[in-house]
């Protein structure tokens, strides 16, 4: 039977079921073509809705296309396609009728940091509640690392910005690649995927906490780099969005 299992995954793969009458005593079934096109519809279709601001951008032909031609070189590993995609954004910057679109390969790791996001597991965020009545001195040294849901994207060009209108607006606006770079932050610290545009200094911050360094520390590398940045204000706005490890166990 694992033989069969693999011709067959491997006539999936191909669209050439000739290596299957030696399993089915005779010509296989005229129905594998009709299968075959189901089960790669079927991905194409989860990956569109994974990445709906990838379809969005380049229509639903190209989309479809493409979609099949990462099915051909990246078929699902797993019985779920909850997850289905990972690699794409690799797969979309190799894609050479999507060269053109310089920004799509960046727009679609955040699409993927948004899935991700959305099925990372349930954990408590670290809250103000956690932390009021510490000594100063206990809180600094706190060094909590991130909620599992918190994904930092960025950018040399404005790939945020294009994937945020593509996804809210239903009028696009029009963004120049002349904006320049970006870095996002998105999270999900209770039930709904948070998404923002994120400054640098914020993105130093949240790294060295993802490094393991204590609020101190992290608050220290800030000031060094961005004088004019207060971290105080930083840190409680950050603990606010729910982005650091709770002490409670993930569920």
């Known amino acids: 039977m694992a033989d069969f299992h693999d011709a067959f995954a491997q006539a999936l793969k191909s669209g050439d079921a000739s290596a299957l009458p030696a399993f089915t005593d005779g010509a296989p079934d005229t129905n594998f073509k009709v299968y075959r096109n189901n089960v790669v519809k079927g991905a194409a279709d989860t990956l569109g809705d994974a990445y709906p601001v990838i379809r969005r951008l380049v229509g639903e032909a190209f989309f479809?296309?493409?979609?099949?031609?990462?099915?051909?070189?990246?078929?699902?590993?797993?019985?779920t396609l909850a997850l289905y995609?990972?690699?794409f954004a690799d797969f979309v910057e190799s894609f050479e009728p999507a060269r053109p679109l310089v920004y799509l390969a960046d727009v679609a790791r955040i699409e993927r940091a948004w899935l991700e996001a959305h099925?990372?597991?349930?954990?408590?965020p670290l809250g103000l509640a956690d932390v009021k009545g510490l000594a100063p001195h206990d809180l600094a040294a706190i060094a909590p690392g991130l909620h599992p849901s918190v994904r930092i994207l960025a950018s040399a060009l404005p790939a945020f910005s294009i994937?945020?209108?593509?996804?809210e607006d239903e009028t696009v606006r029009k963004i120049s690649l002349e904006a320049g770079g970006?870095?996002?932050?998105?999270?999900?610290?209770?039930?709904?995927?948070?998404?923002?545009?994120?400054?640098?200094?914020?993105?130093?911050f949240i790294a060295r906490i993802e490094a393991g360094q204590s609020f101190e520390t992290a608050s220290?590398?800030?000031?060094?780099?961005?004088?004019?940045?207060?971290?105080?204000?930083?840190f409680i706005a950050l603990l606010k969005e729910g982005i650091f490890k709770g002490t409670n166990h993930e569920h």
């Open 64 to 79: 479809q296309g493409m979609a099949r031609a990462f099915w051909a070189a990246h078929p699902p590993a797993e019985r």
């Open 182 to 204: 970006e870095m996002a932050l998105l999270h999900r610290p209770k039930m709904e995927v948070r998404y923002r545009r994120l400054f640098p200094a914020e993105a130093l």
């Open 119 to 124: 099925h990372a597991p349930d954990a408590a």
């Open 163 to 167: 994937w945020r209108t593509n996804r």
């Open 85 to 87: 995609g990972a690699g």
């Open 220 to 234: 220290s590398a800030v000031a060094d780099h961005f004088p004019g940045v207060e971290p105080a204000p930083l």
